[in-house]
């Protein structure tokens, strides 16, 4: 079945970067666009930025600017490289695809960002 697995993420200070990706498996990446949402605690999951099939991306206003998204077809992933962080990017973040079975979503990996 289809697959996300996101990894990066942890700790960070206040200004610094931190990146995350999601490996995808068992359906044909290329042909779908990926998007990146995040849960911050207590709060409703939001997205953050997609990207479609022919690399064009779009970010949420609260991250524009800082964070940039991008994808490896070759590698079956998409990446979330995460610049001058503040503490209310503090989420857990999940990449997500709109899969003609569905939406799928990875298991989601912690970003936590304190002094």
């Known amino acids: 079945q289809v697959q996300l697995v996101e990894s990066g993420g942890g700790l960070a200070q206040p200004g610094e970067s931190l990146r995350v990706s999601c490996e995808a498996s068992?359906?044909?990446?290329?042909?779908?666009?990926m998007s990146w949402y995040r849960q911050p605690p207590g709060k409703e999951r939001e997205l953050v930025a997609s990207?479609?099939?022919?690399?064009?991306?779009t970010y949420a206003d609260a991250v524009r600017g800082r964070f940039t998204i991008s994808r490896d077809n070759s590698r079956n992933a998409v990446n979330l490289v995460m610049n001058s962080l503040k503490p209310e990017d503090t989420a857990t973040y999940y990449c997500k695809v709109l899969h003609w079975t569905g939406e799928i979503w990875g298991q989601g990996t912690r970003v936590v960002v304190s002094s």
């Open positions: 068992r359906f044909t990446f290329s042909n779908y666009a």
């Open positions: 990207i479609s099939t022919d690399d064009h991306p």
